[in-house]
């Protein structure tokens, strides 16, 4: 099953949480319910955006401890459209001939003539984001 929830723009609220990483950039409300929000340009270490017109949050299912599943907001320059992929779409990473820390990655796939490096949404900081909501 897929883990995009849906896509929303960017919300100007964003509650920021005392204590969390600079990437956990804090909680809104979503209909009720608060979830955390990763930037993700920050946790990867990219530079700032220079055209925010697109920016928006992608709202995903992450499962996260002991099976546990919950949303959470990720912030992403823009969002072209959503594919489907499924195991058999899924290529390796490849070697970069440095160290990289790819745990955050599930694999490389291709759709309408592009690579595209897919994330494991249930890797990137959830543990960190996570924490959030116990504070909030």
Do not use: W
């Amino acid at each position: 099953m897929g883990k995009v929830r849906e896509i929303l723009r960017m919300p100007e609220e964003v509650t920021p949480v005392p204590q969390t990483p600079p990437y956990v950039r804090g909680v809104i409300n979503l209909r009720g319910k608060i979830i955390p929000v990763v930037d993700l340009r920050v946790r990867f270490g990219l530079g700032p955006l220079e055209n925010r017109g697109r920016v928006c949050a992608v709202v995903v299912q992450v499962v996260h401890g002991e099976g546990e599943e919950a949303l959470m907001g990720l912030i992403v320059d823009a969002v072209e459209e959503v594919l489907p992929f499924g195991p058999a779409d899924l290529g390796a990473v490849p070697q970069f001939g440095t160290p990289l820390q790819a745990d955050y990655l599930l694999g490389m796939a291709q759709a309408k003539g592009r690579v595209m490096t897919l994330l494991n949404i249930d890797r990137i900081g959830t543990a960190d984001a996570l924490a959030v909501l116990a504070v909030s």
